[in-house]
């Protein structure tokens, strides 16, 4: 395959999952946002929403104050934030037309319609009178996207780069969430055991208890995790077993072991000439997830653990470039 369609197909994928990614994340603290809790901590979960896409500094630069609104349309609207989900939907359709003739019809048509009603949607109020729907109509582009990628294409080298996209931007992302939000948690828990009394932390414990389970569940709900959690673990929301789930899992969808599984086959798929040595990266990545243990990981520190993962799954990306893709200018 001409490296030119592998970039487009890979890119494209990538541009997809990360839309929904953002909508997920975003759905989430629309929905945690009703819950009660002070104005630092709603600002602070806003903050983590654009940590997590590395856009504060960009969100820094257009707007002076930190508010949901403002948040959300910058993560949605604006074209100038290369994350924002316009921005992904148009480059996905954009990336997708140069290659129509390695898609399927339905797999270009559902690009197509999907970036024609994201304009219409962006012309209407509809995202400020019910965000929660816009976010859940953009996930379920994604999921079409997907089952008919699947559904449709013939299982070649295109598909293979199409799926490889797929699954690293997905194992990126929910890297990024674990590490924002466990920091963010351990940030807040140290506040109240700082800020509270004896007393007020005893008439506070029940209520602390429901916020942490409705925090934890978000976080699950982020990546489709709270049934599977439920079914998995049967008991109450812990935060190790959250790490266990989304780190180790390999029958976890959305996990960094199940995304680095993908990854894998996938790269063996399309092995070329010169790709035995991103091969053999992404498999001891694989390995390191396969046979490590959640007590491990959280011995050694789970932030350094994830700033390393996403230290290796950004090397990873380069190294596919390198070996398949359009090289990037000098």
Not at 189 to 207: D, I, L, V
């Amino acid at each position: 395959m001409l490296s030119r369609t592998a970039d487009h197909l890979f890119w494209m994928a990538r541009y997809t999952e990360r839309a929904e990614n953002t909508a997920r994340m975003l759905d989430v603290h629309v929905q945690t946002a009703l819950l009660p809790q002070s104005t630092d901590d709603a600002e602070q979960g806003w903050r983590a929403v654009l940590g997590i896409s590395e856009l504060l500094y960009g969100y820094n630069q257009k707007y002076d104050q930190l508010t949901q609104r403002d948040v959300i349309d910058f993560m949605v609207r604006d074209p100038n934030n290369p994350s924002s989900i316009a921005s992904c939907l148009r480059q996905a359709r954009e990336n997708a037309r140069a290659v129509r003739g390695a898609l399927t019809t339905e797999a270009w048509e559902i690009q197509n319609a999907t970036w024609i009603k994201m304009q219409s949607y962006l012309q209407t109020n509809a995202l400020e009178q019910n965000p929660s729907d816009f976010f859940e109509w953009v996930k379920h582009r994604s999921h079409l996207s997907r089952g008919v990628t699947i559904g449709t294409m013939l299982k070649d080298e295109a598909f293979h780069f199409i799926r490889l996209g797929t699954f690293l931007e997905r194992a990126d992302n929910t890297a990024r969430i674990i590490d924002v939000k466990f920091h963010g948690a351990k940030e807040s828990q140290a506040q109240k055991h700082n800020g509270q009394s004896q007393s007020q932390s005893q008439s506070g414990e029940k209520g602390d208890g429901q916020i942490d389970f409705y925090y934890w569940a978000a976080i699950l709900r982020s990546v489709s995790g709270f049934e599977i959690y439920r079914k998995v673990y049967r008991d109450v929301i812990t935060p190790e077993r959250v790490a266990e789930l989304l780190i180790l899992r390999a029958d976890m969808p959305r996990s960094l072991l199940a995304c680095m599984g993908h990854v894998l086959s996938n790269l063996k798929n399309v092995h070329n000439d010169v790709s035995s040595d991103t091969e053999r990266f992404a498999g001891k990545l694989h390995a390191d997830l396969k046979f490590a243990r959640i007590e491990e990981v959280l011995d050694a520190g789970l932030h350094d653990y994830l700033t390393v993962f996403l230290e290796r799954i950004f090397e990873l990306g380069n190294r596919i470039s390198r070996d398949f893709l359009v090289p990037l200018a000098a």
